[in-house]
């Protein structure tokens, strides 16, 4: 066998739980210590870890992130009632990609992966939409009211020195609900500058939608923002690299989506975003083709798979039963991280080696062997459904 592909810096590797977990370790046995000498700094964020180190393990693997750059991490369990049942837990820890989140400071960029054989639902999508999405404020860190019946509601700010600011909300004649929420211009400006720096590295245009004619403050503020940011530090980057920033309203992006050719970056607002992705990766065939980065201002990067633990297959797994869970995310959440590492360290072969095992994934389900999710939806004739291990062996033949 010819030699390895050397690596310089050490990627960080964050393993996780039940079928992922089974996955992750076939991927790094059959399709990467193979043909390359993988240097990772490894952090154990399996739920019994978690739990035996406080979660501890969790804030140590993002701030190795932070030193060394780049992640790749398994899909983990969040805890619920029943998980904390389950696995006997201290507590109920919180969402670990919270956590990795809050420190890293991030945006979330979510994008399909595009084979022939798997069609979009859109048919006038050709290209690959990338959805990035706010991940911080909005309603998801609202406070919310239930009022019982006549009174008023009232917006009050009150400024350090003591002055105030006041905004009825509803005089109320009758029960209903009230919800308070905010924003920060820093997290706004963070997340526009990922969005121009990720549009900038795919070369593709970026696309930003929000509801300023109804929301004159608050979603105005996040289109302000942007069209600053743009003016001041991206106009000429994007006219040099030929790519746009293209402002529009949320509701006429919806539109344009839908009747677009694909090939752009759609930076949403969180809810929207939340929303969205779903739309986009379901129309493009499966949750399990999509792959998801985390990329931060400073400029770090954590990989990793769009889907969750796939508990329904790792308990038919541990009765002995076989699986037919897709790995395709997994396996593109660690191509991703070894191109991003071999990039910022100078390594084309190991950018060379993320390109082929990408192409060795694509090949292998456009040949007709895939599993069972795509089977069920292919449009190529006689498609081979196989189990886990088998597709993860036909990819490592192809390699
Ligand atoms: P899930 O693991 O994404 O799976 C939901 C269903 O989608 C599966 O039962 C399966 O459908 C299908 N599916 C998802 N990924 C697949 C794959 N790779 N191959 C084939 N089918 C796939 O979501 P969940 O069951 O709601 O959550 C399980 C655990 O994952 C939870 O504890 C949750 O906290 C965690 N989670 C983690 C992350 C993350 O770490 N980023 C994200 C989401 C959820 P069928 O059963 O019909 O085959
Ligand atoms: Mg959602």
Known sequence: MAEKIQMT???????????????????????????????????????????????AVTVEASEAT?????????????????????????????????????????????????????????????????LARHAYGDFYKGVEMRIPGPGKVELVYTAADGSEQRETVHEFESAGVVQGMHNLDASIESFARACFEYALGLNQDLWFSVKDTISKTYDHRFKDIFAELYETEYQARFEEAGISY???????????????????????????????????????????????????PDGTFEFEAAHGTVQRHYYKHLEGEETSTNSVATIFAWSGALRKRGELDNLPDLVDFANRLEAATIGTIEAGQMTGDLAAITTLPNPQKLSTGDFIAAVASKL
């Open 9 to 55: 810096t050490p990627l960080v590797e964050m393993d996780g739980d039940e079928m992922t977990r089974v996955i992750w370790q076939m991927i790094k046995d059959q399709l990467i210590c193979p043909f390359v000498d993988l240097k990772t700094e490894y952090y154990d964020l399996g739920l019994e870890n978690r739990d035996a180190t406080e979660d």
């Open 66 to 130: 932070k030193r060394l750059g780049v992640a790749v991490k398994c899909a983990t369990i969040t805890p619920n009632a029943a998980r904390v049942e389950e696995y006997g837990l201290k507590q109920m820890w919180k969402s670990p990609n919270g956590t990795i989140r809050a420190i890293l400071d991030g945006t979330c960029f979510r994008a399909p992966i595009v084979v022939a054989g798997i069609e979009p639902t859109v048919k006038t999508w050709k290209k690959p939409i990338t």
């Open 246 to 296: 293209f402002y529009t309203l949320i509701d006429d992006a919806v539109a344009r989506v839908m009747k677009s050719e694909g090939g752009f970056v759609w930076a949403c607002k969180n809810y929207d975003g939340d929303v969205m992705s779903d739309m986009v990766s379901s129309a493009f065939g499966s949750l399990a083709m999509m792959t998801s980065v985390l990329v931060s």
